[in-house]
Structures are given as C-alpha cells and as structure tokens.
C-alpha cells in the first residue's frame, strides 16, 4: 500500500513534536525513519498507524483519507502488522497461540484450514517450526522477537510498522535479524515503515531513509544519496563519521582552509555552500607525507581495525578522521597531510 503523507503537525500541549512533515511512501517500499531519541520518529508511525491522531494534516492511502485531526480509519481496518521493541509476549500462550492470534479476530475470513496455513507460513518464515509449541519463557531474546515478526506478518499485512525491534537485542543478533527482516520484506512484498535511531540498520536495510531532528525532515534520499551527497550538516554527521572541512566554494571547486588544498569537481548542497563546509567522509581522505597541498596534521591516534586503520588527525583545532588501508602505517606524533582523493562522493548522483 502507498501511503501520502501531507503537512502533519503534531502538537502536545505547547510542544510541537512533528513539524509540518509531507512525504509519500511507496507501495512495497522499506523506508527507515531516521534520527536521534525524542526527534519525533514513533510520534510519525503512530499517527501512520492511527494509534494517534494529528493536530493537524493528513494520511491518505491513493485517495482514501485514512487520518486527520478529525477523522480516523480505525487500527483494526488498516490491514497492517506492529512490531515493537518490547516483544509483548503472553507468558501464558505457545508461539503456535501467539501466531494464531491475530487470525481469531471475528473480521478474519479465513477457514481453519487456511488459518493452519497461514501461522505454518509465519512459523516457518521465521525459522521457529522445531519451537511452536515454547512458551515465552523457553525462548531467547532473538527467538521472542522471531515470534513477535511472525505474529505481525500472518494477516499478510500490506504495511508492516516496526519501532525499534531490533534494540533491545545483542550486537551479533540483531545483524542476523537485520537479514531475517530484509527476507520478510522480500517474502510479504509489504510496504515496511521502520523506525531506528541505528544508522547502520537504516543503511543497510532501506530503500529509502527519512532522515528527522526535531520534529522535522533533514532528508529523504536512497541510502547511496544519504551517504555520498548529505542535503545537511545534520544529516551528514549523524548517519555515519562525517568530517566538515571548512572553506570557501566558487562555483564546483572547494578551497580547502587557507588556500591549503583544491577539490575540484565538487559539490554539496545549498546549506553546505552557505556555511563554507565540504563534507569528508573518512575514506574520501588519504595521507601523504610529502610537503605540499592538504590539511597539514598531526597523527593523534591510530586504531587498527582488520581491514582499515582508523586515524585522527589534528590540523589546527580540528580533528579529523582519516580510514586508510591497512598497509598505511603512520606513528602517533607523525606529521602528515591530509589530501581529498580524486574520487568524490559530491559528483556521483547515480544511485
Ligand atoms: N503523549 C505524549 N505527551 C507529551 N509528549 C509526548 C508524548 N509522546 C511523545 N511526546 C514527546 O514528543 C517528542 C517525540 O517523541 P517520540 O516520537 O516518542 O520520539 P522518538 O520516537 O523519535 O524518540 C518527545 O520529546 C516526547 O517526549
Ligand atoms: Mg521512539
């Protein structure tokens, strides 16, 4: 199901917690929603979801309205599956129980055999056929939320809403998730609204990431877009280590600091001009010990990292990030250049 969201505001008391926020989402599309603790991220899935209603704006499905200050689709008629952080399960049921649930509504069609069908499906999608008949308690934290995931897709929702599920789980678990979710996503064909503060599970699930900060969208852009050509300073420093070498832009050049350095064949956005900012990543620069053009620096620390060594430099009052190969070797103390390679993330648009 494709999803327009047009100008929602949402207030709570004084406070505005969503900012006039449009956007459209896609029939079939995972779309991660982006930003830091507080911006506003479960506020927006709610009122998508209609747990909430907007103080002002509107949710549409094509034409059909399905929220606004006044008028709501009720959660039950939306044909759409939750997962939360908190898995939410009853002590008491089985997964099998658990995974029928949903199916026991009075408004579930279905005969008994295609209910058994279904849950089978759902089960086995999630890779929990040897466990239905566990209860909650016999189950890890990662086969807890694997119930959780079956639960909401049984119905065959056409939007799965997800807040944070992955969270509360450990690093090496949620990395496995993150492919058990993207199966679903290929298996369902549901349109996935994701909700993480996590930028490397927004980079490497989505089809799109709305990045938000108060309120409000930074940007929305393939994750590619987000990571080679950040629309703000925002949006560049909190999806991954960023640096912002200061400057001057004329026209798709960029004068590194005080004359110290030319990338050529730059771009960034408007906000990036009108600050005299160049974003970096930190494979964008390398380090060269000849005397010449680049950020002169200091070799501040060096972490080796199996297949790159991370740096930081100090130039000035900045400090840099610098990843390298792992054959550079450079000693703490060391002073350096800081060189942009030829290569810029700023000219490629193809995404
Ligand atoms: N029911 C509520 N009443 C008052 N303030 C709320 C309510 N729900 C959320 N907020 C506030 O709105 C802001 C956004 O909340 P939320 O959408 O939960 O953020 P996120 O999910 O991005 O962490 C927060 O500052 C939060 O305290
Ligand atoms: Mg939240």
Redesign the pocket.
Known sequence: MSLKIEHLTKK??D?T?LNDVSLEIRDGEFLAIL?P????????LRIIGGFEAPTEGTVKSGDELLSSSDFNVPVEKRNLGMVFQSFALWPHMTVREHVEFPLDSKRCTMTPAEKKEAADKAIEAVGLSTMEKRYPGELSGGQKQRVALARAIVAKPSILLMDEPLSALDAELKISMRREIQNIHKMTGATIIY?THDQSEALSMADRILIMKNGKIEQLDTPQQVYCNPQTEFAATFVSKCNLVRGKWEENRFIAGDNLDVYENASASREFILKGLCPVRPEEFEIRQEEGRGLPGTIMNRQYNGREIHYTVKSGNNLYTVYTGQDQVYPEGEMIYLRKKANDYGVKTAS
Request: one cysteine or more.
């Open positions: 709570f008391g406070f917690a930003g603790s507080g911006c506003g991220k479960t506020t927006l909700v």
